[in-house]
Nanobody, 122 residues
Framework: QVQLVESGGGLVQAGGSLRLSCVASGRTFSTYTMGWFRQAPGKEREFVAT????????YYADSVKGRFTISRDNAKNTVYLQMSSLKPEDTGVYYCAATWSAATMVDEYDYWGQGTQVTVSS
């Protein structure tokens, strides 16, 4: 089992940047595929990005491709989401999640953090 804690959210103007972090407990972090999801008010949780256990494979939602970068440091049990050129539509609660294999669907992930709020003002 793994516990996930996100941080780094906040209020930023459109065009700005933020870096989210997600620290995992447990000694098996390096075996998990990690993902970032987000949920805007009144909307369903949606996929943002995923990274393989080794970091060699990444995949992004079309809406964030070219603006967001997912990365991980297995020595620090941490996965990151660098967000640039932020838009008001990027506003939402951002969650990190862990699973055993490549996945982009919410119900394919087994472990979730509590989320961190990102608000982008226009």
């Amino acid at each position: 089992q793994v516990q996930l804690v996100e941080s780094g959210g906040g209020l930023v103007q459109a065009g700005g940047s933020l870096r989210l972090s997600c620290v995992a407990s447990g000694r098996t972090f390096s075996t998990y595929t990690m993902g970032w999801f987000r949920q805007a008010p009144g909307k369903e949780r949606e996929f943002v990005a995923t990274i393989s256990w080794s970091g060699d494979f990444t995949y992004y939602a079309d809406s964030v491709k070219g603006r967001f970068t997912i990365s991980r440091d297995n020595a620090k049990n941490t996965v990151y989401l660098q967000m640039s050129s932020l838009k008001p539509e990027d506003t939402g609660v951002y969650y990190c999640a862990a699973t055993w294999s490549a996945a982009t669907m919410v119900d394919e992930y087994d472990y979730w953090g509590q989320g961190t709020q990102v608000t982008v003002s226009s």
